[in-house]
């Protein structure tokens, strides 16, 4: 028997058809990707629904892998190299840790379980309920959302706690955003499989799914570190208002100036302005219309 790098077939979570870097090893073929100019791979695991990371290798036998419970392993692996991709064409980041890092994804993690998260190693994405959500891995959203913390955390280094924490989850919606560019909702693929037209959350207006869009409805609550997922709804109608003004390709070199040069872990949403501000002033200049615009965007959010 012998090692090969090959390309296999697979059928995604919402049941679409995608090319798969694969890896073929003694008779059985792993996703396993060799292909990115990484250090390491990309490589997608199952924990057939117990809750111990990181399992086994997602394989098959003959490089389709087209099972129903296969789905999940599917996305996680795709979705993991357009991430990749999108940080290594766009700022010419070599994975999370700009050091060509092996990026492994968990997906069947636990029974039943909605939710996706970076637990500091590696992504673990749960099936959902089939109710509140279908396998997270089906969605750019998520996986974006995800591989995005990892980059926080090697940068940044934002507190997952209060506004610091509710900037970190902030800045993974916006780069979920910069990634797909499709519409400003998180989560729309995935999130209430049997209810159409409806989202996790919405960037362009935080309200319509219970998140405050400024500063004066700020939530003060214990709950969930802070409320990081209720107020991440201020930084991310600020990002919103910044591509309106400025287009995504300067929103996105500002966001990323910003996470790698001046946030740090303790920064709250008045330094996340500051900071947006000493880049656009870096890249484009003081008083330029991409400067103005990203002071006017979180002016209107009511952070100065
Ligand atoms: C250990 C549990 C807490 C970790 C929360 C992770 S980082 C998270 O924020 N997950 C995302 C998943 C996601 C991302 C984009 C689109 C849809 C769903 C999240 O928003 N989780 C929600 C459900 C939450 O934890 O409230
Ligand atoms: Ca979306
Ligand atoms: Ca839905
Ligand atoms: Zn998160």
Do not use: C
């Not at 028997?1 to 679409?16: F, K, M, P, Q």
């Not at 999108?86 to 980041?93: D, L």
């Not at 107020?231 to 919103?240: H, L, R, T, V, W």
């Amino acid at each position: 028997s012998y090692n090969a790098v090959t390309e296999g077939t697979g059928v995604g979570v919402l049941g679409d058809t995608k090319k798969l870097n694969t890896y073929y090893s003694s008779g059985t073929y792993y996703l396993y990707d060799t292909t990115k100019a990484m250090t390491g791979v990309i490589e997608t695991r199952t924990a057939k629904n117990l809750s111990s990371l990181p399992g086994s290798y997602s394989v098959d036998p003959d490089d389709n892998f087209n099972a129903t419970n296969q789905r999940a392993d599917v996305d996680a692996h795709y979705y993991a190299g357009v991430v990749y991709d999108y940080y290594k064409n766009t700022f010419n980041r070599n994975s999370f840790d700009n050091k060509g890092a092996t990026i492994t994804s968990t997906v069947h993690y636990g029974r039943n379980y909605n939710n996706a998260f970076w637990n500091g190693s590696q992504m673990v994405y749960g099936d959902g309920d089939g109710t509140t959500f279908t396998s997270l891995s089906g969605s750019l959203d998520v996986v974006g959302h995800e591989i995005t913390h990892a980059v926080t955390e090697r940068t940044a280094g934002l507190e997952y706690q209060g506004q610091s924490g509710a900037l970190n989850e902030s800045i993974s919606d916006t780069f979920a955003m910069f990634m797909d560019q499709k519409n400003f909702l998180i989560g729309e693929d995935v999130y209430t499989p049997k209810i159409a037209g409806d989202a996790l959350r919405s960037l362009s207006n935080p309200t319509q799914y219970g998140q405050p869009e400024n500063m004066s409805g700020y939530v003060n609550t214990t709950s969930d570190n802070g409320g990081v997922h209720t107020n991440s709804g201020i930084p991310n109608k600020a990002a919103y208002n910044t591509i309106q003004s400025i287009g995504y390709d300067a929103a996105q070199k500002i966001y990323y100036r910003a996470l790698t040069v001046y946030l740090s872990p303790k920064s709250n949403f008045s330094a996340a302005r500051a900071a947006m501000l000493a880049s656009a002033a870096d890249l484009y200049g003081t008083g330029s219309t991409q400067y103005n615009g990203v002071a006017s965007a979180w002016t209107k959010v009511g952070v100065n």
